[in-house]
């Protein structure tokens, strides 16, 4: 669907099922300090069957976007993710992005390439006009991939998502589609 210099991109789909469970169960101490405490149904390929299943409808529906990104020489193994949910039309034309990338290949470029190309997607394609993302003050990965594509910090939110069982506060920072 999408591609950029070093990473081709897809919708979730249900072919993909097998490549999320691995990419979830490689990457569980990488994303751990990252993610709410997860069910042990996340790392079953059953659980990944029924979200690539729902996900397509989701996706058709224009509910949710939720994209995989394979490196260019691999398109077995996911080395990403980026996710749009939350999806408000109407006068909002908004929605709230997520990612997460494999961590063989952080600081590497591969996330900014993978947020900028869906993101573009997210404008171009579904007509959005503003992409919301959050992360954590610690976060520094975040903050830098997000500030590289243009994302302002719109404010602060304390005690705004429970990570790794706790109450953890974020930088609120948004992207306006500068087209519309």
């Given at each position: 669907?999408?591609?950029?210099t070093h990473t081709r991109i897809d919708i979730l789909r249900p072919q993909y099922a097998d490549?999320?469970?691995?990419?979830?169960?490689?990457?569980?101490?990488?994303?751990?300090?990252?993610?709410?405490?997860?069910?042990?149904?996340?790392?079953?390929?059953?659980?990944?069957?029924?979200?690539?299943?729902?996900?397509?409808?989701?996706?058709?529906?224009?509910?949710?976007?939720?994209?995989?990104?394979?490196?260019?020489?691999?398109?077995?193994?996911?080395?990403?993710?980026?996710?749009?949910?939350?999806?408000?039309?109407?006068?909002?034309?908004?929605?709230?992005?997520?990612?997460?990338?494999?961590?063989?290949?952080?600081?590497?470029?591969?996330?900014?390439?993978?947020?900028?190309?869906?993101?573009?997607?997210?404008?171009?394609?579904?007509?959005?006009?503003?992409?919301?993302?959050?992360?954590?003050?610690?976060?520094?990965?975040?903050?830098?991939?997000?500030?590289?594509?243009?994302?302002?910090?719109?404010?602060?939110?304390?005690?705004?998502?429970?990570?790794?069982?706790?109450?953890e506060d974020h930088v609120l920072t948004a992207k306006i589609n500068d087209v519309d």
């Amino acid at each position: 669907m999408l591609e950029t210099t070093h990473t081709r991109i897809d919708i979730l789909r249900p072919q993909y099922a097998d490549a999320l469970l691995n990419y979830y169960q490689r990457n569980q101490t990488h994303l751990a300090p990252w993610e709410p405490l997860r069910n042990p149904d996340y790392y079953t390929r059953e659980f990944w069957q029924q979200v690539t299943e729902k996900n397509v409808l989701a996706f058709e529906l224009g509910e949710e976007y939720r994209f995989v990104a394979f490196h260019k020489n691999n398109s077995r193994q996911v080395i990403g993710v980026c996710n749009f949910t939350g999806v408000i039309r109407g006068a909002f034309q908004a929605c709230l992005m997520g990612y997460s990338l494999d961590h063989q290949h952080l600081n590497q470029g591969y996330m900014t390439e993978i947020v900028h190309a869906t993101s573009q997607y997210m404008f171009e394609q579904v007509g959005l006009h503003r992409i919301m993302s959050n992360y954590m003050p610690n976060n520094c990965a975040s903050e830098r991939v997000l500030q590289k594509l243009g994302f302002e910090r719109e404010g602060y939110a304390k005690r705004y998502l429970k990570i790794a069982g706790q109450w953890e506060d974020h930088v609120l920072t948004a992207k306006i589609n500068d087209v519309d």
